[in-house]
Every structure is written in structure tokens, then in C-alpha cells.
T-cell receptor
Framework: AQKITQTQPGMFVQEKEAVTLDCTYD???????LFWYKQPSSGEMIFLIY??????QNATEGRYSLNFQKARKSANLVISASQLGDSAMYFC??????????????FGKGTKLSVIP | DGGITQSPKYLFRKEGQNVTLSCEQN?????MYWYRQDPGQGLRLIYY???????QKGDIAEGYSVSREKKESFPLTVTSAQKNPTAFYLC??????????????FGDGTRLSIL
């Protein structure tokens, strides 16, 4: 069974600084994928970035990058130049293959990020 | 614009009552999902469907039912058997079964409370 652990319930960061949100995972699959989502207080889930287990380079999307350390089973999200609008819950999720072309996501409990002016 | 529409935004249920949450997508996605989110928790999978007229139980299906009669629609019924239904419910869809790098796209959610 897959498991995602996010050990930081809450984080604070100064505006314009960088911040790292931790995510560790547990799986026996060789092929898997990791997603990060942002959930503002309004509730919708916004996809940020994806990393496949066979991807050789760390994923980047604008101010978001993923520090993927396969041997340590960690997939930390790095947000550079934090903005006030980055204040939200952030969820790490792992893709699990459940057969017949079907993929499910297992989510961590999330980290609440607060950006301080 | 293409997207996922969940309705209503807020819903109240009386004891012993079934209620149905609507989820419609115009993204032409094959797979659709229902999640439950409790305060301070991550999302837990209730049901998912990869194709019309087929759906599978997720981790917490007891007390819930779904149907998938049309590709674009995946309604969730919270039955009276669900004793603790107060939660935030999110519907999601994916472009195509079999492509693992495709993210799930989410609706804005429905907040269900007990009267």
C-alpha cells in the first residue's frame, strides 16, 4: 500500500523568500508518480507539478520545483520568491496503478503555508 | 470555458435523508473521482469511474453510492447509512485512463452539513 507523509502541519515564510515543503512516500512499485496540489481557502485543488519515478531531471514549473531524491523516497516542493497569494494548504499525492489502466491518488495530510508580508 | 462544475456549493442533510451531490465536466475526460475531505486531513477516495456504466469503490465507499450514465456526469449520493457525512466533497476527472502523468482536475467542492 502507498503512503504519503507530510510532517509539517504549518509553515511560515517571509514574502520573497524561498520555502521547502517536505513530502516522503512509501511504495513497493517501481513505476510511480508524485503530484503537488495547492488548496486555497476557497477549497478548489490546483495542480502545481508532477514528477515521475523514471524522470531523470527534477521537475520545474515557474516558481515551483520538485526536489526528488529517489533513494530517500522524498519529493519536496520548493517555492521560490514567495508571494502573499501562495498562502494555502499544499498536498503531496502519489499515483498508484490499480489495474486496467486506472490510476488512483493517495494524498498526504497537507501543510498549511502562510506567507508573511 | 472547460471545467468541472459541482453543485450545490453548500448542502444540508436531515437525519435519515439521502442527498445527491452533482458533478459535471465538459473536458471530455474519461475518468472521474469522488473524494471526501475532513478538517485538517487529506483527501480520501470514495468512488471512481473510468468509463460510462462502470465504477469502482475507493477506500471509504460505505454509505455512499454513485452512477455514471453519461461520460460528463458522475453524481454522488450520500445515503442515510453514512452516519458521519459532514465533510467537504470534491469531484475530479482525468483526461484518459492509462496515462499516469496526467493530473486530476478538480471542481470547487460541496460542503455538506447535518441539520
Amino acid at each position: 500500500a502507498q503512503k504519503i507523509t507530510q510532517t509539517q502541519p504549518g509553515m511560515f515564510v517571509q514574502e520573497k523568500e524561498a520555502v521547502t515543503l517536505d513530502c516522503t512516500y512509501d511504495t513497493s512499485d517501481q513505476s510511480y508518480g508524485l503530484f503537488w496540489y495547492k488548496q486555497p481557502s476557497s477549497g478548489e485543488m490546483i495542480f502545481l507539478i508532477y514528477q515521475g519515478s523514471y524522470d531523470e531531471q527534477n521537475a520545474t514549473e515557474g516558481r515551483y520545483s520538485l526536489n526528488f531524491q529517489k533513494a530517500r523516497k522524498s519529493a519536496n516542493l520548493v517555492i521560490s520568491a514567495s508571494q502573499l497569494g501562495d498562502s494555502a494548504m499544499y498536498f503531496c499525492a502519489m499515483r498508484a496503478y490499480s489495474g486496467a489502466g486506472s490510476y488512483q491518488l493517495t494524498f498526504g495530510k497537507g501543510t498549511k503555508l502562510s506567507v508573511i508580508p | 470555458d472547460g471545467g468541472i462544475t459541482q453543485s450545490p456549493k453548500y448542502l444540508f442533510r436531515k437525519e435519515g435523508q439521502n442527498v445527491t451531490l452533482s458533478c459535471e465536466q465538459n473536458l471530455n475526460h474519461d475518468a472521474m473521482y469522488w473524494y471526501r475531505q475532513d478538517p485538517g486531513q487529506g483527501l480520501r477516495l470514495i468512488y471512481y469511474s473510468q468509463i460510462v456504466n462502470d465504477f469502482q469503490k475507493g477506500d471509504i465507499a460505505e454509505g455512499y453510492s454513485v452512477s455514471r450514465e453519461k461520460k460528463e456526469s458522475f453524481p454522488l449520493t450520500v445515503t442515510s447509512a453514512q452516519k458521519n457525512p459532514t465533510a467537504f466533497y470534491l469531484c475530479a476527472s482525468r483526461p484518459k485512463a492509462g496515462q499516469g502523468n496526467q493530473p486530476q482536475h478538480f471542481g470547487d467542492g460541496t460542503r455538506l452539513s447535518i441539520l
